[in-house]
């Protein structure tokens, strides 16, 4: 196996566990403060890590040279975290998932902007194939419905948190000086932890932690298990071996996640019009996977 396919095989990973961040964060958004999901996620998954860590890592002083990496990095996936929260008071799953059909071209922007990572014909043409499969799947090839969508202040939100969150991509092989992927993923989580907890600090002292029902407290240990520590592993793993917009244009699966997650819980599978969609994300990926990178 490439060192290629291996980063597309893990970022197929990472848009299920993100998938799972949307169907899931939907339920409990309303009930607890965005900031304080946040903060007990990103506590969860430090413990998580820095337990693994512990047990399977030496950690040298050199890993933590320049820790206004990790601040950075930090700030952007706290920003697109607590937004996406905030963004799900107000719009759908539904959406949010359309707007994230944008994060490819905003993250080929900043890749070209940071690292002078170039879109070539292909892959162009992969993502315009790949947003239109996404968006079919999404309004289930009812174009109607496509003209209904409006541009509100939960979609507003999103797209500022998705656009840190794009930003994020190429920043990783920008500021990454060759530490394990881990030990990296612990520094950006701890970052954000301390970033976020400032933030919430207020919330956090008059908060009610009785609200946390316990599928509450499930779902929070999915977000900071998957949907955190998995999908940092990942996207760091995959941003080193493929460029900014290949690693960003796997989020064209989430809407077909998302639907295999609400199958998954009791809700109505895809229709004729899902399977459309879903064929032209999969052309899409595989004139991806046909393409070789360009540094």
């Known amino acids: 196996m490439t060192s290629e396919l291996k980063g597309h095989l893990a970022m197929l990973c990472f848009s299920a566990f993100i998938a799972g961040s949307f169907a899931l964060g939907s339920i409990i958004s309303s009930n607890l403060s965005p900031l ?47 937004l996406m929260f905030e963004a799900l008071k107000t719009s759908s799953a539904i959406s949010l998932s359309v707007e994230f059909t944008m994060a490819p071209f905003v993250s080929g922007l900043f890749g070209y902007l940071l690292l002078g990572q170039k879109i ?42 998705m656009s840190f969150y794009a930003l994020h991509v190429p920043l990783v092989r920008k500021f990454n000086y060759n530490e394990p992927p881990i030990i990296f993923t ?52 995959a941003a080193l071996k493929l460029s900014s917009v290949k690693v960003m244009a796997h989020t064209y699966l989430t809407p077909t996640w998302v ?3 609400y199958i998954m819980m009791g809700k109505d599978g895809p229709s004729a019009y899902d399977y459309v ?6 052309i899409a990926l595989l004139l991806l996977l046909k393409e070789q990178v360009k540094k």
């Open 36 to 82: 304080i999901v946040t903060v007990i996620r990103f506590a969860i998954t430090t413990l998580f890590l820095g337990g693994i860590i512990y047990f399977t890592q030496s950690v040298k002083r050199i890993y933590f040279i320049a820790p206004w990496r990790y601040l950075f990095l930090g700030l952007c996936v706290t920003l697109y975290f607590v």
């Open 120 to 161: 070539n014909l292909r892959i162009f043409i992969a993502l315009i194939i790949g947003a239109i499969g996404a968006i079919w799947v999404i309004f289930n090839g009812d174009i109607s419905r496509l003209m209904e969508f409006k541009i509100g202040r939960g979609e507003l939100l999103f797209f500022i948190g």
């Open 186 to 237: 612990f520094g950006i989580i701890v970052a954000a932890l301390f970033i976020s907890f400032i933030f919430s600090f207020g919330e956090m002292m008059n908060a009610n932690f009785k609200l946390i029902t316990k599928y509450d407290f499930f779902i929070i240990l999915y977000l900071a298990i998957f949907a955190s520590a998995a999908t940092f592993l990942l996207i760091q793993y």
């Open 259 to 261: 639907i295999i997650w």
């Open 277 to 282: 969609g879903i064929s032209f994300t999969i």
